[in-house]
């Protein structure tokens, strides 16, 4: 049986900055199956040694030093190129010839993988389809898909829809690079591998979940599209409900695909809806000084380029207790991070000498410093009976002997070729997120939009945001990567 991977994108950035490299890398491994081959399609007018050549070029830039000549011929010898205008049928039957020629044995698996414009997810769809390419009787058809999926729940569902006509729900692989990273999986590790965090997992000792994606870079050339998504569709719909659904789920009962999937869908079930003020109350936008004057951005724009929501859970684990998302560009650093904030201790015994305790606090560093810390207090050394907060890490570059942690597309990339779907979003959770999203959207566009803040960049986003938690009784986890 032999393998093959299909990229439509082939000149694009993602197939060079993290595909192949991650293809590379998991053949440097051995991880790729024996006949693995890849073949990209786009409409450039390459031919199957120019793109071996760029591509060499780029892996070399992007592996660094794991980047290996004489690996990486044998390696190029399964690249192939087809140029190809995925708008017009003709490419599809040519790449069917070409398949049928470089697939050695009689079956085969294929995945293709969508790294080209979300306009074009379902035109590719459709062809593939009408070229019979996606007949999986002589061996397994799978599609992946990049984000955005869908700018709302509409085309989500539209897209959902066009897909579900050629490929079943099992051969879809709808991407969210989050969900690759090891940090991520680890929280399901963290949570159902050990005894000791799950019995406090929930409203009787967590007072509060923070959740923060945070991005030091402004948007810069990439006004133009920035503008048409903002922080919400960038980042909530997709990155940040993600990280909610695996902090909040209850376990599965094995580590499947569909079981796993079904925990995270009852979360997004679960998230109560905004009505009313809630949204003045519940929801927080606020826009980088400097962005009106980016390339491509409307002169008034009124886009966000920061968010903050609390949104809460109703079921028996989670009631009340509230989730705070927040996400934005020019903050004061690079960081993706889970917090959970437990309660305080229900009678503080030392009286004035202990100064009031925050509350245990774990800290999961999604990136860029992947790791756990553990806050407690202990005494001060020599002191009365004053305590201090002190810290118990756990980083994953730290551990003796480790190699480097790979990046998310090997994880997911493995995955499709091997068929689970456990780290891939099912269609039903992709809707119910721009179920969740949509409503905001609309509340932003309308008459009623909460007031939209201005920040400086280098901070972590408007200062009302720290007196909208402090009003609340609490405080925002604002420290760039604590783990070394
Ligand atoms: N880049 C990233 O880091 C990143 C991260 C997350 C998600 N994504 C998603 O990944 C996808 C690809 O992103 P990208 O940054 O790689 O985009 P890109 O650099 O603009 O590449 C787009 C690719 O699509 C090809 N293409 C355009 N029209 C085509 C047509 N009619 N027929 C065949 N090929 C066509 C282009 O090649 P030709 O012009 O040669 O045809 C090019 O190879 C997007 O959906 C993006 O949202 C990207």
């Known amino acids: 049986m032999s393998d093959t991977i299909v990229i439509f994108g082939a000149s694009g950035d993602l197939t060079s900055r993290k595909l192949i490299p991650a293809l590379f890398q998991l053949f440097?491994?051995?991880?790729?199956?024996?006949?693995?081959?890849?073949?990209g399609v786009s409409r450039s007018d390459f031919t199957h040694q120019k793109w071996r050549d760029l591509l060499s070029q780029s892996t070399r830039q992007y592996v660094g030093d794991q980047f290996n000549e004489t690996a990486w011929s044998e390696f190029a010898n399964r690249i192939f190129y087809h140029p190809g205008d995925i708008t017009n049928s003709e490419s599809f039957s040519a790449l069917a010839k070409l398949l049928a020629e470089i697939e050695t044995t009689e079956s085969s698996s294929r995945i293709y993988y969508l790294s080209t414009m979300p306009q074009l997810y379902a035109e590719a769809i459709?062809?593939?389809?009408?070229?019979g390419l996606a007949d999986d009787r002589h061996g397994s058809r799978r599609v992946i898909i990049e984000k955005p999926f869908g700018?709302?729940?509409?085309?989500?569902?539209?897209?959902?829809?066009?897909?579900?006509?050629?490929?079943?729900?099992?051969?879809?692989?709808?991407?969210?690079?989050y969900l690759g990273k090891e940090t991520v999986q680890n929280i399901f590790a963290l949570r159902f591998a050990n005894s000791i965090f799950e019995p406090l997992w929930n409203r009787r000792y967590v007072d509060h979940v923070q959740i923060t994606v945070a991005e030091e870079v402004v948007v810069g050339r990439r006004g133009g599209y920035y503008d048409e998504s903002g922080v919400l569709r960038d980042m909530f719909q997709n990155h940040l409900l993600q990280l909610l659904m695996i902090t909040?789920?209850?376990?599965?009962?094995?580590?499947?695909?569909?079981?796993?999937?079904?925990?995270?869908?009852?979360?997004?079930?679960?998230?109560?809806?905004?009505?009313?003020?809630?949204?003045?109350?519940?929801?927080?936008?606020?826009?980088?000084?400097?962005?009106?004057?980016?390339?491509?951005?409307?002169?008034?724009?009124?886009?966000?380029?920061?968010?903050?929501?609390?949104?809460?859970?109703?079921?028996?684990?989670?009631?009340?207790?509230?989730?705070?998302?927040?996400?934005?560009?020019?903050?004061?650093c690079r960081t993706t991070q889970i917090v959970i904030q437990f309660k305080q201790v229900p009678h503080i015994l030392f009286g004035a000498k202990m100064r009031?305790?925050?509350?245990?606090?774990?800290?999961?560093?999604?990136?860029?410093?992947e790791g756990i810390q553990l806050h407690f207090e202990t005494k001060v050394p020599d002191s009365d009976m004053k305590?201090?907060?002190?810290?118990?890490?756990?980083?994953?570059?730290?551990?003796?002997?480790?190699?480097?942690?790979?990046?998310?597309?090997?994880?997911?990339?493995?995955?499709?070729?091997?068929?689970?779907?456990?780290?891939?979003?099912r269609s039903d959770e992709v809707e119910l997120a721009w179920g969740i999203i949509d409503p905001i959207i609309a509340a932003w566009d309308s008459?009623?939009?909460?007031?939209?803040?201005?920040?400086?960049?280098?901070?972590?986003?408007?200062?009302?945001?720290?007196?909208?938690?402090?009003?609340?009784?609490?405080?925002?986890?604002?420290?760039?990567?604590?783990?070394?």
Not at 28 to 39: D, M, S, T
Not at 356 to 369: D, H, M, S, Y
């Open 28 to 39: 440097l491994k051995g991880r790729l199956p024996q006949e693995a081959r890849i073949v």
């Open 126 to 131: 459709k062809q593939l389809g009408a070229a």
């Open 151 to 177: 700018t709302d729940l509409k085309t989500a569902q539209r897209l959902n829809d066009s897909i579900h006509d050629v490929f079943r729900e099992d051969q879809i692989y709808r991407i969210d690079h």
């Open 248 to 332: 909040a789920m209850e376990p599965p009962a094995r580590y499947d695909a569909n079981l796993v999937r079904d925990e995270k869908v009852k979360v997004l079930h679960c998230i109560r809806k905004m009505v009313g003020g809630d949204f003045a109350n519940q929801t927080f936008r606020g826009q980088y000084e400097g962005y009106l004057s980016e390339e491509g951005v409307p002169e008034e724009s009124e886009t966000a380029t920061f968010a903050a929501l609390k949104l809460y859970c109703d079921n028996w684990r989670w009631k009340d207790v509230p989730f705070y998302l927040r996400s934005g560009k020019g903050m004061s």
């Open 356 to 369: 009031e305790p925050l509350g245990n606090r774990l800290v999961i560093q999604v990136q860029p410093a």
């Open 387 to 425: 305590t201090r907060t002190s810290t118990l890490d756990f980083s994953f570059q730290n551990q003796a002997g480790e190699a480097d942690l790979p990046d998310a597309y090997q994880r997911l990339l493995l995955d499709a070729i091997n068929g689970d779907a456990s780290l891939f979003a």
């Open 447 to 484: 008459p009623a939009a909460p007031e939209l803040h201005r920040y400086a960049t280098g901070y972590w986003g408007p200062s009302e945001i720290s007196d909208w938690m402090q009003e609340q009784g609490r405080e925002w986890f604002d420290v760039c990567p604590v783990l070394n």
